[in-house]
């Protein structure tokens, strides 16, 4: 199935965005190890968190969602979890098979992992290094890529780890392996990363020390813990709710609002930089929630100008450049990304896909090794299909961009939305947008 989206005339209205993703993920894979049941309000409901949420059963956990959409996980204690009879499928979702490959990783037993054509050719040597120091072995394909054999270790051995990449993935691999290892695991990130893994330790009662040192930033997890079931209420996720503020912005006349969402301070490096280029966005309400901070987002288009946006902010708007590039293309004058190395190993190589889809679609782009820099200014030409390559968020950047082109444009595969945004079409058409399914 194909998606169409049409210049639209003007968004208005309000809308709740799903649940973030990241502290899903998280969510269900703590409570798994957790003593007892826990609830689970707001989870995300797309197939990334659902491929978690089977995998955590074919390792022993029950977990069940109820009719009013709230998810019951009865967790097995820390180190609790048994063999799986079959392959683990984490689908596209990076986070999941990183972040279980971390907690398999001190369980004496063999797994096997694997996922959709985008997962198995994702480097997870960032991961498995570590992991192996610890005392887990994990085999994989050429370049560390999936399929994985992943053997665990019955005498874990707790490590003290510098990041080599800022990657909220690869602390929270460590941290979860550090879970079930005696002594102390402790992460050092040079550049901090998004925490809700640190967050939702302490909330189910982990012991945790962070603290910066001269090295940067270290997060020390003791061992063994006797965690217990609780209550999670998930947030609003800023990098869905990215999609519809960027629609506002650039669609003339927009007045939006969006509801109850994420506002970590790790993750709203893109809020920044359009206040910068002088978007018209507030938040009002701030407030917290389990721990984690929330606020409303009103969103009203107006004229952005380019700007550079600094290597530093890309650990907290890393999913957000796509989305980025294409306000960009609005804005007057040049706006700069640096520091992008990494969108060349998501879940497409999101640096390229941007630059190439842009550039079909009239707009003056430039490829660097690891920069990007859009030209904008007047409404993009449109009228093209741009393949998605099994990206979610290339699909939406590309829809978004439609909404306020010369003319339609198309993306090949529908489906790919649903790993993080299941209801994309539906909450944008509801704002006002014309998004159709076509066939051709
Ligand atoms: C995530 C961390 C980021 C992000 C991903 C989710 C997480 O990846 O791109 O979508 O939940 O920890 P890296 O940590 O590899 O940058």
Redesign the pocket.
């Known amino acids: 199935m194909k998606l169409r989206a049409f210049p639209a005339s003007r968004l208005s209205g309000s809308t709740t965005v799903p649940g973030d993703?990241?502290i899903s993920?998280?969510a269900l894979m703590l409570a798994a190890m957790a003593v007892g049941e826990s609830r689970i309000h707001g989870l995300l409901e797309g197939a990334d968190v659902l491929a978690t949420a089977a995998a955590l059963r074919c390792l022993g956990v029950a977990i069940e969602r109820a009719p009013d959409g709230m998810w019951q996980v009865q967790g097995v204690g820390v180190g609790g979890l048994r063999e799986p009879d079959r392959p683990l499928d984490l689908g596209n979702s990076?986070?999941g098979a990183?972040?279980l490959l971390g907690i398999l990783a001190g369980h004496p037993f063999t797994s096997f992992m694997t996922g959709d054509d985008s997962l198995r050719s994702r480097p997870m040597a960032r991961v498995s290094e570590p992991l192996s120091r610890m005392g887990a072995r994990i085999v994989a394909r050429a370049g560390g890529r999936p399929p994985l054999a992943v053997i665990g270790t019955a005498e874990p051995m707790p490590i003290t780890y510098k990041l080599p990449?800022?990657?909220?993935?690869?602390?929270?691999a460590i941290l979860l392996a550090g879970l079930n290892t005696p002594g102390i695991t402790t992460v050092i990130e040079p550049e901090p990363?998004?925490d809700?893994?640190e967050l939702m330790l302490k909330g189910f009662g982990a012991t945790l020390k962070v603290e910066q040192t001269k090295e940067g930033r270290a997060v020390s997890l003791t061992g063994q813990p006797e965690i217990f079931g609780r209550k999670v209420v998930v947030p609003g996720d800023p990098?869905s709710a990215a999609f519809p503020l960027a629609a506002a912005l650039i669609v003339p006349g927009s007045d939006i609002r969006l509801p109850n969402v994420g506002l970590n301070p790790h993750r709203i490096g893109l809020i920044e930089t359009l206040l910068e280029m002088g978007a018209d966005i507030a938040i009002e309400n701030r407030r917290e929630e389990a721990g984690e901070p929330v606020g409303d987002l009103r969103v009203r288009h107006g004229a952005l100008k380019g700007i550079t946006v600094p290597a530093e902010r890309a650990?907290s708007m890393?999913?957000e450049y796509p989305i980025l590039s294409v306000v960009a293309a609005f804005a007057e004058g040049e706006t700069r990304m640096e520091g992008l190395a990494?969108l060349r190993v998501?879940e497409s190589d999101r640096l390229s896909a941007m630059a190439q889809g842009l550039a079909a679609c009239g707009v003056k782009v430039a490829e660097g090794k690891d920069s990007l820099t859009v030209t904008g200014g007047k409404a993009p030409a449109g009228g093209v299909r741009i393949p998605v390559k099994l990206d979610h968020r290339i699909g939406m950047s590309f829809l978004v961009l439609g909404m306020a082109a010369q003319k339609p444009v198309e993306i090949d595969d529908a489906e790919a939305i649903g790993t993080s945004f299941p209801g994309f079409v539906e909450l944008m058409n509801g704002l006002g947008a014309v998004v159709t399914k076509t066939n051709r």
């Open positions: 993703k990241s993920h998280r990076g986070t990183r972040l990449v800022a990657s909220a993935q690869v602390k929270s990363t998004r809700h893994t990098s650990p890393i999913d990494e998501k």
